[in-house]
């Protein structure tokens, strides 16, 4: 199996509060220490890369350490610019009039649920694109994981959705044509607009698609839920031909953790281990032990890609 260090993307995705952020985080400083440009962009709602690195990361591209950068993407305030950029974009294109209706109605639509989502997408969309020539490693840290499947496939519903309405735009157009222009083909900015998204989307498809390019992470903790909720995601994703190759596992009481009421919690945690190995047995497992405390500062967290430094080899077994 090949080790994340020949992967420029990786995706890190997991239950609600397994360690998303914390694996995410302490994988990118481990690669910016190796010397590799790295940006950490976090995807989800609830931001935390901030209260991690203790610095307030934006929007924008921030310097975290040396060789580190960091976004936090707020999708609500993602979907307010992506509304912004739709209309600027339709200027010109829809007769004053419409402006107002026009407007309205993408106010309407804005307001409807997934649109944040649809504006979240479009950034990561952009990141990929734009940022993969200057660094070396972008780690995506994801919301849990419905969330992250769902941003995963996009790229090929909305290919397919485009594909439609591409195709109706051009019957129109060829109406158009024939009536108002003498057969002459008449430009059509709209399309021209959809077109250019489609190949968008083509491009990331590609690049997430391609098993040299990107790697897929799940972050789990050795408790039933988080067991069947991976086996689920790793079965959807298969499915959109995104393959997990690598699952942390997170929290493992340590050996050195007494008294009589872990002692019963790590019996049954010894089960929950041994069904991960068995169930998973086809990919790369890492496990991360509980730390007597949250994984709050940069000491902690190098403590934590201690436990990583497996993952970063050339060649994994
Ligand atoms: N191995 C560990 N030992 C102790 N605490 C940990 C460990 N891993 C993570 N934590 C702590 O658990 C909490 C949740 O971790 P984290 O925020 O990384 O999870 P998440 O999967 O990103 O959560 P969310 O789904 O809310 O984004 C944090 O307070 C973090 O410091
Ligand atoms: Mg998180």
């Known amino acids: 199996m090949q080790g994340l260090n020949n992967k420029k993307i990786i995706f890190v995705g997991g239950k609600g509060g397994v360690g998303k952020s914390t694996s995410s985080a302490a994988l990118a400083m481990a690669f910016a220490n190796a010397g590799y440009k790295t940006l950490i962009v976090s995807t989800d709602p609830a931001h935390n890369l901030g209260d991690i690195f203790h610095k307030q990361v934006k929007h924008e591209k921030t310097k975290l350490a040396n060789d580190l950068y960091g976004i936090e993407v707020d999708p609500h305030k993602e979907s307010k610019r992506y ?14 009039r419409m402006v107002e209706e026009v407007h309205r109605q993408i106010d309407m639509a804005s307001a409807s649920p997934g649109a944040d989502e649809a504006a979240l997408f479009d950034r990561l969309i952009s990141i990929i694109l734009e940022e993969a020539a200057s660094f070396d490693k972008i780690i995506f840290d994801t ?20 594909d439609g309405m591409l195709e109706k735009r051009k019957k129109i157009n060829d109406n158009y044509t024939q009536l108002l222009n003498d057969g002459e083909p008449v430009d059509d900015p709209i399309y021209e607009i959809l077109q250019k998204r489609k190949e968008k989307f083509t491009a990331v498809r590609e690049i997430i698609l391609d098993g040299e390019k990107t790697g897929f ?58 069904q991960i190995e068995d ?39």
């Open 279 to 317: 169930i998973f047995s086809q990919k790369q497992l890492v496990r991360v032990p509980l730390f007597e405390e949250d994984v709050s500062d940069l000491d902690k967290l190098q403590r934590f890609a201690d436990h990583l430094q497996y993952l970063m080899k050339e060649e994994s077994p």
């Open 217 to 274: 992470i799940f972050v789990l903790i050795p408790e039933r839920l988080p067991i069947l909720e991976t086996k689920q995601a790793i079965k959807q994703l298969d499915s959109h031909d995104l393959h997990i190759e690598t699952l942390i596992v997170n929290k493992v009481l340590p050996a050195h953790a007494d008294g009589e009421f872990l002692a019963k919690r790590r019996k049954q945690e010894l089960d929950y281990l041994t």
């Open 143 to 162: 919301a849990p994981t419905g969330h992250t499947i769902r941003l995963l496939t996009l790229p090929e519903l909305m290919s397919v959705w485009i």
């Open 83 to 96: 509304i912004q950029g739709v209309k600027e974009n339709l200027q010109g294109l829809v007769h004053s």
